[in-house]
């Protein structure tokens, strides 16, 4: 399996990390659940998951439009993230499902892009409206799938080398949400820890960085408080080259 290639200038998508952050574009509300959706099934080729998950955001429109008139604007994620807040989490569980588990069509990342455009013009950062759009695609449909599909299981591969009679189960895209963990580590079906795996971007101390290291941290620390055990960031390459190797010492002891 290949990977996705950035198909914009890389300093340029850089440049709008940050704002892509904070404009909360790729929250679960904006465009679903995307750990979970491309672990809905298996895809041949990364094509195969790009049209899947266009074709999940067109069932997605059909869903709205069987909905009440108030239900569609509430759903309707196209401008920041949200609407009213309350509101939403007042809403039943096949409501919220609507927008967290279903991806979105092609039309509505553009969409997203043109929003993320707005926001670099205002924070003067030069870039087109159209390398907007493919820095969205690339973010949720390029990104998932080689930190997914190719970076994460081979770092899995490579982990199981290195602890064999340890298993790894991935979570969901709602569990990796409020606990950011990718995987959790078993020995005889006895939890050891949590396991975040991240590209080697992960070890910049850019401000966006740390702003995301922190909002981790803060949803780690509600993992080992629910199941007391730790939470550790494993760093590689997308053949699974792990960079931090002095976790996995620190692992072992919990073994």
């Given at each position: 399996m290949d990977l996705f290639q950035l198909p914009i200038n890389k300093n340029l998508f850089k440049q709008t990390n940050a704002l892509w952050n904070?404009?909360?574009?790729?929250?679960?509300?904006?465009?679903?659940?995307?750990?979970?959706?491309?672990?809905?099934?298996?895809?041949?080729?990364?094509?195969?998951?790009?049209?899947?998950?266009?074709?999940?955001?067109?069932?997605?429109?059909?869903?709205?439009?069987?909905?009440?008139?108030?239900?569609?604007?509430?759903?309707?994620?196209?401008?920041?993230i949200r609407t009213d807040k309350n509101a939403i989490?007042?809403?039943?569980?096949?409501?919220l499902e609507i927008n967290t588990q279903y991806g979105r069509t092609k039309k509505q990342l553009a969409f997203k892009g043109k929003i993320l455009f707005q926001g670099a013009v205002k924070c003067k950062i030069s870039i087109t409206e159209k390398e907007?759009?493919?820095?969205?695609?690339?973010?949720?449909?390029?990104?998932?799938?080689n930190g997914i599909i190719i970076r994460e299981k081979n770092t899995i591969k490579k982990m199981t080398?290195?602890?064999?009679?340890?298993?790894?189960?991935k979570t969901d895209g709602k569990f990796d949400h409020q606990y950011a963990v990718d995987y959790l580590m078993y020995r005889n079906k006895v939890l050891i820890c949590g396991i975040q795996i991240k590209p080697q971007s992960y070890m910049s101390k850019a401000p966006y960085v740390s702003k995301a290291k922190n909002a981790n941290e803060r949803k780690n620390s509600k993992f080992k408080?629910?199941?007391?055990?730790?939470?550790?960031?494993?760093?590689?390459?997308?053949?699974g080259c792990i960079l931090n190797k002095q976790i996995l010492k620190k692992i072992k002891l919990f073994i």
């Open positions: 904070d404009l909360m574009l790729n929250a679960p509300w904006s465009v679903g659940y995307v750990s979970t959706l491309i672990e809905n099934k298996s895809f041949p080729a990364k094509e195969d998951w790009e049209a899947y998950y266009y074709q999940s955001g067109s069932e997605r429109d059909q869903l709205l439009n069987s909905l009440s008139p108030n239900h569609q604007k509430l759903l309707n994620d196209e401008q920041r989490t007042e809403l039943s569980s096949e409501l907007c759009v493919e820095a969205v695609r690339f973010r949720i449909i390029c990104q998932t799938w080398e290195i602890f064999p009679g340890c298993t790894f189960d408080e629910k199941y007391d055990r730790p939470v550790w960031d494993i760093i590689s390459k997308s053949n």
